[in-house]
């Protein structure tokens, strides 16, 4: 990802024979921008040698392009033609928890929570913030293993969905106790099973990240 200058420092001291580049800018082999996420990402992406190629598909988060790319760049490099990239790429629809939407009886649910670690909750916080929908719900689980910087790191997440403007927002873990925020909390996954049933929320978008310990997983079959 040429976007990543950790991952491009890597990849020069490794003195690779052949270095493979995707990213937003065109001195990439395979560059590619964000069309629209409304609220599923579309986008387009070219090489220097093909004209632009648009590709609609069923992956919540702008955050993905780079996902996106990097199937390109895989696929390209194996000989299957741009068509069947394009094609293998709009027919994928994610049932493993990872930027999942899906649409329920009460609610319109984004499903990220396979995992969770600081940029990942950024940048899921921030496509949420950027979704043009009504009524919007978060339910964010702690972020594990965190050590040292935990403390910090979950403060920056209630800063940042404060920042955001997001209203409704319930979170789960004794990570987020002791943050002084306007937000319910809940100490583990079996807390928040017990208020959705004691009041169901409806027609919401409700954003459902954390890591997977939290185990909020559980959680779309009851929304």
């Not at 499903?111 to 009504?134: L, Q």
């Not at 978060?138 to 935990?150: D, F």
């Not at 100490?187 to 049933?197: G, L, P, Q």
């Amino acid at each position: 990802n040429a976007d990543n200058e950790h991952l491009m420092k890597m990849a020069e001291e490794r003195h690779l024979n052949r270095l493979v580049c995707y990213g937003k800018n065109e001195d990439c082999d395979v560059w590619g921008e964000v069309i629209s996420c409304a609220p599923f990402l579309k986008f387009r992406w070219r090489t220097e040698t093909l004209e632009w190629h648009e590709v609609q598909t069923h992956l919540i988060g702008s955050y993905n392009i780079d996902n996106m790319l990097a199937a390109i760049s895989i696929g390209l490099h194996f000989e299957v033609s741009p068509q069947q990239v394009d094609h293998a790429l709009e027919s994928y629809v994610p049932s493993n928890n990872r930027s999942q939407f899906t649409v329920t009886e009460h609610n319109h649910l984004v499903v990220d929570a396979y995992n969770a670690n600081p940029s990942s909750m950024a940048a899921a916080i921030e496509n949420f913030r950027m979704m043009d929908v009504p009524n919007k719900m978060a339910i964010l689980g702690q972020m594990g293993e965190l050590g040292a910087v935990s403390r910090e790191e979950h403060e920056k997440v209630v800063a940042q969905l404060q920042a955001a403007g997001l209203e409704k927002v319930w979170l789960v873990g004794n990570e987020y106790a002791d943050i002084a925020c306007p937000y319910r909390k809940f100490h583990d996954v079996e807390e928040v099973k017990a208020a959705i049933r004691e009041q169901q929320p409806t027609n919401h978008y409700i954003l459902i990240k954390g890591s997977n310990s939290v185990k909020l997983y559980q959680l779309p079959e009851l929304l």
